[in-house]
C-alpha cells in the first residue's frame, strides 16, 4: 500500500470486518482484484458496494483493465462481478480439484 503498489477496502458491520478486498496494480495496463464477503452477509449489497468502491479507486489511480478469476461453480460471485460489470474473457478447463471433483477456473475482465 505504502508503495501504491495496493488497493484495499474493507467492510464492517458492528465492528466486526465482514468483507475485504483489494487490486493489486501489475505491471502493463492490468490489475488484479479480489473480493471475500464472509458467510452470512452475501447477498445483502456489501460485495456490490465495496466492489463499486474498488472499481471507482482504481480508476482514480488510473488503472486501464481489471481482471479477476473465479470458480465456475461460485455463480453467486459471478452473478456480482457481472453485475457490476465484469466480463468472461476465458476459462482453463478443470483448473481447480475440490472435493474429489475438478471445476474450470473462469477469468473476467472489466476496461476501465
Partial sequence: MEK???IEAVAEVDG???ANSEVEKRTGVMSHLGVAVRSGYRGIG???E???TL????RMAGLKVLILDHYETNKGARG???KVGFKEAGRIPKAIHRDGTYTDL???VLEL
Fill in 80 to 82: 456480482l462481478y457481472e
Fill in 46 to 48: 456489501i460485495g456490490t
Fill in 55 to 58: 472499481i471507482g479507486e482504481a
Fill in 106 to 108: 473462469v477469468r473476467m
Fill in 50 to 52: 465495496i466492489m463499486k
Fill in 4 to 6: 501504491g503498489e495496493l
Fill in 16 to 18: 466486526k470486518v465482514v
